[in-house]
């Protein structure tokens, strides 16, 4: 079986969240389980040259917009799999990598560019895996071509969606520019007057997957299925959950070479020292008996900054730190400064995209919030187990599915977690971890299950290959 992934962003070419992590170690472990693939991701301006190993093709000539765009294809292997970046300039080398108005187009290119370069490596691929709305337009080329093209005849798609709230909308009258001019294709696109990639990523591809199984059931409802849970529920059958691994290889306390000391599940005086050099680092003053409560993640209303604003002065009232390592909103931003400022002993920030700052505070941390609004798979909680840090998080999507409650009479559970979407219900759990904390033997019990468990990729990449079997039978 021989696999495509596209996907906008990749580890370590690019990455602004949980995308560019798994679509980076999606690849290497569909290899360790036997299956070839190729990963086709853009050449970003932010992509570091060390990574870029080779000129593939100097030609990969685009037919665009009514005439050709010059790109390039750059090689890799740097994620551990081989890989193409598409190089076009025009498109790619900009401040950010989201953001522009033309979004939409940019990506349309990069999903056209991409099956014009298959077609120049080879054979078609059995499927075509595509990820998030930026890959829609893939999802109807495949699906329109597959009618008249000869090449596209045997290959299937799949289409994981990563975050259901952000779906590529843009002016019906751009898929002309796109070649997307057929009642076929304008219809997967339409939806409710505009045109929208992601839903034409669900309406048309084979298989469709999502990052979690609660994800996988949450998107069919109103409340997390931002106006398409009609779709989600109409192809139900034909939907499933995978929970995200995580790349042990980068993810590591034993190996880390981003944190002070490295350590493991039987010796975790190495994340004492980690502990103390976060606090200097921070200058905050290093009480080691005082808790950490971290946070790690982009400053919006998805991740649940409104519920830590409300709970973090009885965080602080209790003696506790705070640490937060995030960029975004602006308000967010401002919260973190004035609590900085209001209490500067015990509150440390970071404003700003860091990602070896991200490996000291998961091991220096006591404790990891994640009161999520809602939360497709998420990352963080189970870096946080890896390196005994036990998660408090809001009950939904892949936090749900990945963190067990602390429970004092069995001694099982690796956190804390709680339901409805209210400051009072997450300072209780916050409260309960006080009191675990305080007990050195239990909190090492919570600790030890959680950095116990086995998220790795393996496990993942065994169902995806379920799931191609599935698309292709
Ligand atoms: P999402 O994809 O919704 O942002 P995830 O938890 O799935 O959330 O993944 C977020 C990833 O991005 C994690 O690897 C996390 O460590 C990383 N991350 C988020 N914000 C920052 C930041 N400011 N600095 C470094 N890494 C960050």
Same mark, same amino acid.
């Not at 690849?27 to 853009?42: E, F, M, N, R």
């Not at 071509?145 to 000869?150: K, T, V």
């Not at 409805?420 to 006080?434: C, G, K, N, T």
């Given at each position: ?6 996907? /906008?962003?990749?580890v ?9 992590d ?31 190993w ?35 300039p ?17 990506f ?9 370069l ?26 329109? /071509? ?40 304008q ?38 299925g ?67 409560f ?27 730190y ?96 709680f ?21 050195k033997e ?32």
């Open positions: 079986m021989r696999v495509a992934v596209i996907s /906008a962003e990749a370590p070419y690019s990455k602004t969240g949980g995308l560019g798994v679509a980076g170690a999606l690849p290497k472990a569909l290899k360790a389980v036997g299956i070839d693939s190729v990963l086709i991701t853009p050449c970003y301006w932010q992509t570091k040259g060390e990574h870029l080779d000129t593939a093709i100097h030609d990969l000539n685009v037919d665009w917009r009514g005439g050709i765009y010059p790109a390039k294809a750059f090689y890799s292997e740097a994620n551990g799999s081989p890989t193409f970046l598409i190089d076009a025009s498109y790619f080398h900009r401040d950010s990598i989201y953001g522009y108005r033309e979004d939409h187009e940019r349309a290119f990069f999903n056209h560019a991409a099956l014009v298959l077609k120049r490596i080879g054979a078609a691929p059995d499927i075509v895996h595509l990820n998030d709305w930026h890959c829609g337009f893939a999802a109807v080329e495949i699906a329109s /071509a597959r009618r008249w093209d000869p090449y596209w005849q045997n290959t299937r798609t799949v289409f994981s969606i990563h975050n259901m709230a952000y779906q590529g909308g843009f002016g019906m009258d751009d898929l002309w520019k796109f070649g997307f001019g057929d009642a076929f294709q219809n997967a696109f339409a939806l409710d007057g505009h045109a929208s990639a992601m839903k034409a990523g669900l309406a048309v591809s084979d298989i469709l997957s999502t990052v979690s199984p609660t994800y996988a059931k949450e998107i069919q409802t109103a409340e997390y931002y106006g398409l849970e009609w779709l989600t529920r109409q192809r139900s059958d034909r939907l499933i959950g995978i929970t995200n691994g995580v790349d042990y290889d980068v993810w590591n306390p034993e190996t880390d070479k981003d944190i002070p000391v490295n350590f493991n599940l039987s010796d975790l005086s190495g994340k004492a020292e980690c502990k103390k050099a976060l606090l200097e680092h921070f200058s905050l003053p290093v009480d080691l008996e005082r808790p950490i971290a946070n790690i993640t982009r400053l919006t209303a998805q991740k649940g900054i409104d519920l830590m604003m409300q709970v973090a002065g009885d965080i602080i009232a209790a003696g506790a705070i640490i937060s390592l995030g960029s975004g909103e602006k308000k967010y931003e401002e919260f973190w400064q004035a609590l900085r400022n209001y209490a500067p002993q015990q509150v440390g920030i970071y404003r700003g995209y860091n990602e070896p700052l991200a490996h000291f505070i998961e091991a220096g941390a006591d404790m990891f919030m994640m009161p999520s609004k809602f939360e497709p798979c998420g990352l963080n909680q189970m870096y946080s187990l890896r390196y005994g840090t036990i998660p408090i998080v809001r009950a939904v999507g892949g936090l749900q599915d990945t963190v067990q409650n602390w429970d004092a009479v069995s001694s099982s559970g690796n956190g804390f977690k339901g409805p979407y209210r400051a009072d219900r997450f300072l209780e759990r916050i409260y309960e971890a006080l009191f675990a904390y305080s007990d239990a909190w090492s019990v919570i600790q030890q299950n959680g950095m116990r468990e086995d998220h790795s990729w393996e496990n993942a990449a065994r169902k995806y290959v379920q799931l191609y079997q599935w698309a292709l039978s």
